[in-house]
């Protein structure tokens, strides 16, 4: 026997050469189409980044086998490699006779491969040979205008393909194959022609096509977003209002018309517990995602949330790049309804306030349901949109008794049915108040329930004396009154001081600080509250309060604990989230100027992220709570950290594109700074609120703004500031084509910047005097600045700032005709943005480069650089997409 070694998990690529054997074909032929097979998969493989040399390539006579070394990434095999291989068979069929030309499909499959002394076996192998065998394969590129079909396994699509947005998993199709005794899903594409597989009809019987989605079928789908808060435990009654709700779901499918559930009642009363239990049930019916928001029409610590703030989260949740939402309203709309169109979604707006902050967030997709929870009726939505109303009240007693029995148990609850009944009537038959006195029977069993109707009696007794008549939240303030009495000394010192955190969700991370204890001992305290129902656990490590649970814990912590204390655990927390927003803001950009920060005893509970998306997400996921926490500094006289987190967040409000949020601390930050007399503070907010007000092009204030920052670091000798100052000025002025104030401003940065030793800045400096230069037109002037631009940001290895430079190098080449070293420029800076994942600067990349190879002649490679610009803005939402669509459908398209 042979040696056998350990298998491999390798990507395996198939090319099968069509109609190799035609008899129209002489052997000249052959060896010719061979010869370019080779030529063209060994050049678009060594472009791709997948060097053949170093693949294991066995030839099939009309084809070959291709296994690809395990330590190359899988998504390269479907994001630059088939285009490339897809424009190197052009070219050899435009300058071939008919018998030469070669058209090629090609199948992509992973798996363990086995191999000894005498070649290689796998069933992985096996696989990828019937998917290049499938007639639908065939008949796809006979029927393409193009050069090469793919055909990928299903596992390939749903592991690589689905997860990379640079492979455009949505110009695929899903097909079913049938090749000998293998039958199963597989996924087409047609890279050269991509719109034309939309076209293409099904084969014959053997093999069906699926038509072309945006995503896998059931099956092989990739979830979309899964937004939904867990549900209530122990839910139970409602029977009426399930029916109701699911007679309306089950008639939807034949109304052309959103599905809208408006669930109106008092506080405790279940709303948001009715349609997070009815949404988790009917998540199946809704497979492309579930959005939620938290409307805060009720709150009385925090603002509502404005429709454009739902629409922005639902746009990023949905995968739109948040650089690229509009700031208009009717925009956000627009893009909205443009990218849940023929989406399946299910989305719950809990505690709205009013119809107008609803409208606007309901999809125009036949295919949704809508659920809405609020206090208020709103009838405006019945009226005018169609809404099924659904009005809660309290419990009926067989229901509040069910639901007793569904939490403490069946037979101790008619055991004593009598005491069962006075505990429902005490709690107002309220389903917040019921659960809350029920976990009181579990975690006491010693005690009848005899014994905690007559406590919970005489706690109401009591609170009857205090409390205004006609004050709808007695019954639930009675029993959370009798449930705080009951709790230990750590939970109910935790319980009040929750009160103080002025967000509505909260980490485990917060409480520790707030409180003062350790991670371990907030996670146990925390979830024994939530075990009581006097929190509600949201997500992992994550709580919050129920509104009227809030309002008796912040009473009583008011009544309880000293002024000095309050303010202790209130400053800790704050500083918690500063230092964790600084945390954030280290690794976003780690070469700026941070914040000094002395220690603090809450340091050990910061946690720095790993890499930038972590960064990104925890500032995402705290971001409502770490402005609560700018504006409760301020209104506390906390100014020097409510100063400090905004300029903590002002790279993350630029890399998100938070405009609005950011002017709203930048304020709060200004006013604060100024009180205490921070100029420092002062200079680094206002040069904040500068880049803001650039990005929303409202340039008289950018520049008011960053003149005053610039004259307050001159005076207090702040040269980092000086710089920065005069950075984003030459930007300005650049912008609204300023060009000589903006190259003066350029120098006097780049002299700074030389000062305080800072690289990048003088990098950043050379390239607004690069891009002047480019808009007066002179192309020599700019040329040199981006070779300096280039030279800085390689010496410091900063790839952003390099791709940035080779594509100024490759517009200005273009205009002083050398256009061979401009596609080598653009080539080089769309390597690198991949390299990073921008997308958005692909489509700049592609943009230009697509230019420039129509300039050169190359027509049809400038079109299938477009198509993939194309691809990528449609994606990201870029509008960059109008100018590419003007390209393509321009003379000589």
Known sequence: MG???????RSIVVLDVER????????????????????????????????????????????????????????????????RMAEALR??????????????????????VRHDTHGTTAESIKHAFRLIDATILKKTLAESPGSLVLIVSDWFYREVVWHDSAARPASYRRVDIAVKETEAPAWLALPDAPDHIRGLGDSDGSERAVALTSRPRAGSRQPGPAQLPHGVRGFAGRTAELGALSAIVEGGHTVEAVLISAIEGAAGVGKTALALHFAHSVTD???DGQLYVNLRGFDADQSPITPAEALSQFLRALGVDPKHLPADLDELQGLYRSVVAKRRLLVLLDNAATVEQVRPLLPASPHCLVLVTS????????????????????????????????VVGVDRVRGESDAAVRIAALCDFLPLALRIVAERAVSEPYLTLTDLATSLAGEQHRLDQLVAEGDESTAVRAVLSWSYRALESAEAGMFRLLSLHAGGEFSVAAAAALSGRGLSDARGVLGSLARQHLLQHTAKDRFRFHDLVRIFAGETCAGVDSDRLR???????????????????????????????????????????DTFDDAIAWCERERPNL??????AEAIGMDDLAWQIPVA??????????????????????????????RLGEAWILASFGVTYDNLQDDARARETTERSLAISEEIGDWWGVAIAHTNLGNDYSGGRALPEAIEHSRLAIETWRRVGDRRGEGIALDNIAECYRKMGDYQHAETYYLLVLNVFREIENLWGEAIALVGLGRVRQHLGDLDQAVLSLEASLDIRRRLDDKWGQSESLHHLGIVLHERGQREEARVTWMRALAICEDIANPRADDIRALLSGPGQ
């Open 567 to 609: 303010k202790q655990a209130t400053r800790r927390m704050i500083e918690w989230y500063l230092r964790s927003a600084d945390a954030a803001d280290r690794f976003l950009v780690p070469t700026r100027r941070h914040l000094t920060l002395t220690e603090s005893q809450v340091d050990s509970l910061v946690a720095p992220p």
């Open 285 to 287: 019916r809704y497979p």
């Open 375 to 406: 206090r208020n009726r709103l009838g405006g939505l019945v009226a005018r949109d169609g809404a099924h109303r659904i009005t809660l009240d309290v419990l009926p007693q067989s229901e509040a008794v069910a639901l007793l029995e569904d």
């Open 91 to 112: 070219r050899h069929n435009a300058k071939s006779e008919a018998g030469s030309r070669v058209r090629v499909r090609m199948a992509v499959h992973a798996g363990e």
């Open 627 to 632: 402005l609560a926490a700018v504006r409760q």
């Open 20 to 83: 190799f054997g035609d008899d129209a074909r002489t052997d000249e032929h052959r060896l010719e189409v061979r010869r370019a097979m080779y030529h063209a998969a060994r050049s678009a493989f060594d472009r791709a980044g997948v060097i053949w040399s170093d693949c294991a390539v066995s030839d099939l006579g009309d084809g070959a086998l291709i296994l690809v070394s395990p330590e190359v990434p899988k998504v390269w095999l479907v994001e630059s490699l088939p285009l």
């Open 649 to 678: 967040l002002c790279w993350f409000y630029y890399f998100r594109q938070h405009w609005a949020e950011s002017l709203a601390a930048y304020d709060c930050g200004l006013a604060a700074a100024r009180r205490c007399g921070d």
């Open 3 to 9: 040696q056998r070694h350990p298998a491999l998990h």
